[in-house]
């Protein structure tokens, strides 16, 4: 018999398993479903780390959800270690199950947190990147999603009035967390640029950079806390 499946349940939620940088990983409605733009922001991430010639970095990837960021960061970048965070323990309990599919619960380590709330000071300086798929998804533009996507988190997608809750604290407080050199990437939505740019510059950032989708947005920006 054909499997049915209900017109607002995601099918990878109906499976259990997304695709995501040539892994299945385990998603359910505890967690976002993995999407091809975050995968242009590991590409970033990890291209960036490679060409600073850094083999061990110390990450931290702030809203981790399924905890497919440190999955494909442990996968492209050599010995790196990568603390993933995330406000909601739900959330969470699906990354654990990941790390321990993909055997990597020696180098990636899993944090409840509300932002950097969990983080100071002891971090302080210590990450050679902060890398987030945050949720940017604004009032006006979450009423117009499909009902399937509305069937994810609203947690994970909700990013406050102008959807911009989340990467402002990223602008203001990642300098702190990183170590001097580091750099922060972060994906977006579709008309967040500039803002997010404008964010990074004010907060101290250089070479605050954007990197473009397949459809022509720029979904990824990232910048340096000086060396
Ligand atoms: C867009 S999802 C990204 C999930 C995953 N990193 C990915 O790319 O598929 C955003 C994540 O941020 C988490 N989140 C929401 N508010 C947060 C907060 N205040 N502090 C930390 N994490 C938060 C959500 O629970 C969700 O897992």
């Known amino acids: 018999m054909m499997k049915q499946y209900s017109e607002t349940i995601p099918v990878q939620y109906e ?4 695709r995501f940088m040539g892994m299945d990983v385990l998603v359910d409605p505890r967690v976002l479903i993995p ?9 970033v991430a990890a ?3 490679r060409e600073r010639g850094w083999t061990s970095p110390f990450i931290l990837d702030v809203g ?8 494909a960061l442990t996968k492209l970048i050599g010995d790196c270690r990568v603390i993933g965070s ?9 990354a ?32 050679n990147a902060i890398v987030s798929n945050p949720p940017y998804v604004s009032d006006r533009d979450y009423e117009k999603l499909d009902a399937w996507v509305k069937a994810e988190p609203w947690i994970a997608l909700h990013g406050g009035e102008e959807g911009m809750d989340h990467l402002n604290v990223l602008a ?34 250089t070479d605050v950079t954007s990197f473009t989708d397949l459809n022509g947005y720029e979904r990824v920006i990232t910048g340096w806390k000086h060396g």
């Open 172 to 205: 203001r407080e990642s300098g702190r967390f990183l170590a001097p050199g580091g750099f922060i990437a972060v994906e977006l939505g579709y008309d967040q640029a500039q803002k997010v740019k404008d964010r990074f510059v004010a907060a101290g950032f």
């Open 35 to 43: 999407r091809p733009e975050t995968e242009l922001l590991v590409e």
């Open 15 to 18: 499976e259990g398993r997304a």
């Open 86 to 94: 995330d406000v909601s323990e739900e959330a969470l309990c699906v």
């Open 96 to 127: 654990r199950e990941n790390l321990r599919r993909f055997d990597r619960e020696r180098r990636v380590k899993l944090v409840v947190s509300d932002m950097f709330s969990a983080f100071a000071p002891e971090h302080e300086g210590a990450f």
């Open 64 to 71: 981790t959800g399924s905890g497919v960021i440190p999955l």
């Open 47 to 49: 291209g960036l780390c």
